[in-house]
């Protein structure tokens, strides 16, 4: 089904299995793993590039450059933050600072954004093709309970609403077009860390295991179910 596919995030803890996952379920495939720094992968169909993230020009060659001999037939981006040494999970009000948003929007959201800029466009049209870009349970409004979580929740948010508007032009481009969102669960890594000892030992996978289950979600997608964001179950997550 993939014959040329662009993961962008490559070096992070679902981005790296995702390509080692997409590697060995297609192994006559191309596969361009994306990051800010070099990589490795042992894979021999797994092509790295190095790519600023903070120069639109770099998205912009790096985007012409994956796509030169063939259409992508699958984007994925794997790139987002909850929180780093500057940045903290909000509880209330009081917690909140410009800084922490603005970190948290441009990696969450206008990040993503500038690459559906650049690579939406270089999706095969001939074929079904898929952009898919890691999103979150906690950025639907709707499903909104618990409260807290300020600039995630609506930097994740904003960021389905990019997706379902990305999907409605797309739609007009190319009609085999499918742009999602991912919500792959609560994954064993440095984002989930802080907050492990909540969370259930089976409803805490491995990274390899999220793959394996987005990647499930992914082959049963249909160009009708675009502009959605679903879980790694394959459930829908509502807006």
């Not at 192994?27 to 800010?36: D, E, G, K, T």
Request: glycine share 6%; with cysteine; charged share 20%.
């Amino acid at each position: 089904m993939f014959k040329n596919i662009a993961l962008i995030g490559s070096s992070g803890a679902i981005g790296h299995a995702m390509v080692h996952r997409l590697a060995t379920s297609f192994p006559n495939a191309q596969i361009h793993a994306v990051s800010r720094s070099q990589t490795v992968f042992d894979s021999e169909n797994v092509l790295h590039h190095v790519m600023n993230y903070k120069n639109e020009n770099s998205l912009e060659e790096t985007a012409q450059k994956v796509s030169l001999n063939n259409g992508l037939d699958l984007i994925f981006l794997a790139t987002g933050i909850l929180h780093n040494e500057r940045v903290s999970p909000e509880r209330s009000l009081n917690e909140i600072n410009s800084n922490s948003l603005e970190e948290l929007f441009w990696t969450n959201t206008i990040f993503p954004t500038l690459v559906a800029k650049h690579f939406l466009p270089k999706l095969n049209k001939d074929t079904q093709s898929i952009f898919a870009a890691l999103s979150a349970r906690v950025g639907s409004i709707s499903d909104n309970r618990l409260g807290g979580w300020y600039g995630y929740r609506a930097s994740k948010a904003a960021l389905n609403m990019i997706l379902k508007t990305a999907s409605i032009e797309m739609k007009r481009k190319n009609r085999n077009a499918i742009v999602v969102g991912i919500h792959p669960g609560t994954v064993e890594s440095p984002l989930s860390k802080p907050f492990k000892n909540n969370i259930p030992a089976q409803k805490l996978f491995t990274p390899e295991l999220s793959a394996e289950k987005i990647l499930q979600v992914l082959l049963k997608l249909t160009p009708q179910q675009t502009g959605r964001c679903f879980a790694w179950d394959g459930t829908e997550i509502e807006p």
